[in-house]
């Protein structure tokens, strides 16, 4: 039922009339809605941080990390972990859901140029690296094919390491550090990501793949091994299927433990998202809870703005009004109220949202679910709660008018 | 005297219906607020207990590196430098308490028909004690069994439930990596601690019988130790890392080892739980202030409606002080009928709602100090705006 323009501007009359109601109907039901919205918004943005922090390195979907030695997702390794060998990859590769296979070794080690000496992540890894993790050098090259061939004593190092050796970036290329007991020629340095979980992402020199094995870990095993799958591939499938595939190189059958791990982005995120979780909920609840009471304000501002219109309500209904007309005119106002209260609340979250960006790492993240969010608690809120006012309405007595004779 | 409260009083049951909405109210906005004060407070001692297995007079030492992270310590690399020696070496320091070498790793255990995997910790006699491990039944190691190689097996409740359901485990031989152990102990259920790892899903057997037979290696894996005197952790702490540098022959910086004192751990750990829980306090303030925007509401209507007894009181000379008064006072009584009811409802539902979301029971005092503070504090804010402005009421009206 379209109510006419005349009714509109009737109920906008009533509403305005009484200053004092409207205004605070509005305001429990504002601040509400601000704090919902901007508790959503920040979860929200939270979570879409961490996700573009790992979609940033290539972990956001079609990948998987396999990690050499077994035990829980993080943590201490509780079987050998040296069984993963190069050899695995390369019949991993032959599956033809994968789309690149990046294996990587990596060890702790003393690094030191000039005069300070620091241990830092080291890293052998193949020229695909690149295209793995979605991280290029920013200045320099590469690590290349050649380079692997040559056992080169070549090395790229993380963009925080030209602060810890107190040079410029540039003035490092070609310069050589030495990585254990040798001296590396630096070709490159790596573009800044960023960073989370246990390691400072920029502080890592990476050697060409051969190099490391041979010429500074001495070891034949590999400690992990990012995979790329191609578009739309099932991941538990494949997960079933690399677990399998390692299972039976590494001969592990019946209940033993495997000896590596297979991380996908979903855990990862899991992981990182879990803590975030629960505060979430909590705050989420508190929210709703406080909506409910401006529900309750709401309810009893209408009952009293009935109270005060009983003689014009008790006219109308001596002059024909249904019980329905009349309830549709309350529902309406309410109707009224919850779209500026809701139009407000969104507003003022995004607002607050901004506010809350410029002193904390959070970036305000606009999305039309808060817009649907407001406007949908606002609406079944308001209307929720005036329903009873609404009916009470209805009841009164057309007598009522005499009275007042 | 008597006719101003009788006033009051009327006042404020005037309109029972509408007294009855804004005490709801106030009601869930303190129940509510409660209940998550409660939560907050819960979940700081939910933390203290995890804390208290791995109690601050704890020290561990980790060959390789370790790097603190989300209140866990996780060893990021492994070395083999750290030796069974090296655990007697620091016995030597005099005011450690309890001391024993740790060497985990995954083992399948078997019982019968069953089998599962879990962590196995090959430790000594003095663990339990360290750790504050308290047995269901059975008893601890001997000194003798773990001298002597002795397979015997101490296992967590999770494992003594999935291998032996409500049978007797005592004295039952099982197998782990094949090999047999006699079954000495269960520990009482514990839970996860503050390293993240579920006590009760792990089996404990010597540290000899570990590092010899079942896994093979000259190493262990890190040495517990806890200090008879808080005070002196860092001393002692000083001297193992003085001790381990020496017989290792390493400079600081090329440590093989590294020394995490609990609280290195547990400082992350306590300052997400403080955020979480000062977060979700101050959060829950909103639904108390919710609830007194509605007090004032309804009380600003109320003086716009008794514009007529206000300004006939004026013109019989009652005092801007007095009128003040009145309508604060009847705020304050409103937001505390609603605060008192919505503690007891709050507590309640917290006693109910704790164990349920398998928090730590606590009787809430804090929160409930806090919420009645609060309910005043905003009682009398929700007061001010409708007093002045029935002070502010010209007698002139009873004029009309």
């Known amino acids: 039922m379209i109510p006419s323009y005349y009714t509109l501007r009737e109920i906008t009359k009533e509403l305005i009339s009484n200053k004092v109601n409207l205004f605070f109907m509005l305001l429990s039901l504002i601040i509400s809605l601000t704090a919902l919205n901007t508790i959503y918004s920040l979860g929200a943005s939270a979570k879409k941080q961490i996700l573009d922090a790992l979609a940033n390195v290539q972990f956001g979907k079609d990948a998987m990390l396999i990690i050499a ?8 390794t509780t079987t050998r972990r040296d069984t993963l060998k190069l050899e695995d990859v390369k019949e991993l590769e032959r599956l033809d859901f994968i789309k690149l296979a990046s294996p990587m070794s990596r060890e702790t080690l003393e690094v030191s140029y000039k005069d300070i000496a620091e241990k830092m992540r080291v890293e052998g890894v193949f020229p695909n690296f690149t295209i793995a993790n979605n991280w290029y050098p920013i200045l320099g090259r590469f690590i290349n094919e050649k380079d692997l061939k040559t056992f080169a004593k070549v090395c790229i ?29 630096i070709i490159g340095i790596l573009e800044p990501k960023a960073s989370f979980g246990h390691y400072r992402r920029d502080e890592r020199i990476l050697l060409p793949f051969t190099t490391a094995q041979r010429r500074v870990f001495n070891k034949d095993y590999i400690d992990a091994v990012k995979l790329l799958f191609k578009e739309g591939t099932d991941i538990k499938f494949a997960e079933r299927k690399i677990r399998e595939i390692l299972r039976k190189r590494h001969k592990l059958f019946g ?26 909920l909590f705050l989420l ?11 309750v304000i709401i309810m009893n501002l209408m009952y009293s703005n009935i109270e005060e219109k009983a003689p014009v309500i008790a006219l109308r209904i001596a002059l024909g009004a249904t019980p329905q007309n009349i309830i549709t005119h309350y529902l309406i106002m309410s109707l009224i109220i919850a779209l500026i209260s809701g139009l407000m609340g969104w507003i003022l979250s995004i607002l607050l949202m901004q506010i809350i960006s410029l002193f904390t790492p959070l970036k305000p993240l606009f999305s039309w679910i808060t817009f649907l969010i407001s406007f949908g608690f606002a609406t079944v809120t308001s209307i929720l709660f005036s329903l009873l006012p609404a009916i009470r309405a209805t009841q009164i007595e057309p007598s009522l008018l005499l009275k007042s004779l | 005297m008597l006719i101003k409260y009788k006033l009051l009083f009327g006042g404020l049951f005037y309109k029972k219906l509408r007294l009855l909405l804004s005490v709801i109210g106030i009601i869930i906005g303190v129940a509510s607020l409660l209940i998550m004060n409660a939560f907050g407070e819960s979940a700081k001692i939910k933390t203290l207990k995890e804390i208290e297995t791995f109690g ?14 989300g209140g866990r310590a996780i060893q990021t690399e492994i070395t083999t430098t750290l030796k069974p020696n ?57 000194a003798d069994e773990i001298l002597g190689y002795k397979k015997v097996a101490i296992l967590g409740y999770k494992i003594k439930t999935e291998l032996f359901g409500d049978k007797n485990a005592i004295g039952e031989i099982i197998r782990i990596n094949k090999l047999p152990f006699r079954v000495i102990g269960v520990l009482e259920p514990i839970g996860i601690d503050a390293s993240n790892a579920d006590q009760d899903d792990q089996v404990l057997i010597p540290w000899t019988v570990a590092v010899s037979a079942l896994y093979n290696v000259d190493y262990i894996r890190s040495i517990y130790l806890s200090v008879e005197d808080i005070s002196q952790i860092s001393s002692v702490k000083q001297q193992v890392n003085d001790i381990l540098l020496k017989r290792h022959q390493v400079s600081e910086r090329n440590k093989d080892f590294d020394i995490v004192k609990a609280e290195d751990i547990l400082e992350v750990k306590t300052q997400t739980t403080d955020l979480f829980s000062n977060l979700v306090k101050s959060i829950s303030i909103l639904c108390l202030l919710i609830g007194a925007i509605g007090v004032t509401a309804i009380m ?18 009652a005092k801007d002080r007095e009128l003040l008064f009145q309508f604060l006072i009847e705020s304050v009584i409103v937001t505390v009928a609603g605060g008192i009811i919505g503690i007891l409802i709050g507590l309640f539902s917290s006693l109910i709602l704790l164990p349920l979301f398998k928090y730590p029971l606590v009787f809430p005092w804090f929160p409930i100090l806090t919420s009645a503070f609060l309910t005043v504090t905003f009682g009398i804010l929700a007061g001010i705006y409708p007093a002045y402005k029935a002070t502010k009421i010209d007698p002139i009206v009873l004029l009309r």
């Open chain 2, 300 to 317: 600003t209507l109320s003086v716009n409606e008794r514009k007529k007894e206000i300004g006939i009181r004026k013109s019989l000379g």
């Open chain 1, 157 to 185: 190092i993380g963009s925080d390491i030209p602060k810890k050796f107190n040079a410029s970036p540039s003035e490092l290329i070609g310069k050589k550090v030495k990585i254990g007991g040798d001296f590396f020629e």
């Open chain 1, 285 to 295: 609840v508190i929210g709703l809870i406080s909506l409910i009471i401006s529900g």
């Open chain 1, 255 to 280: 209940p033993e433990p495997d000896d590596f791990r297979l991380i996908t982005p979903e855990m990862a995120i899991s992981v990182f998202t879990k803590a975030l979780k629960t505060i979430n």
């Open chain 1, 69 to 76: 030695g077994g035990g829980r997702i993080i943590g201490l």
């Open chain 2, 86 to 142: 090296d655990a007697e070496a620091l016995r030597k320091i005099k005011d450690i308490k309890y001391l024993s070498p740790v060497f985990n790793g995954d083992g399948i255990v078997r019982y019968l028909g069953n089998t599962l995997t879990t962590i196995i910790n090959g430790v000594n006699e003095e663990y339990l004690l360290l750790r504050k491990f308290s047995l269901l039944e059975g008893r601890n190691f001997l």
């Open chain 2, 56 to 69: 601050p007079e704890i020290i561990m030492v980790v060959a390789g590196s370790v790097r603190v992270h």
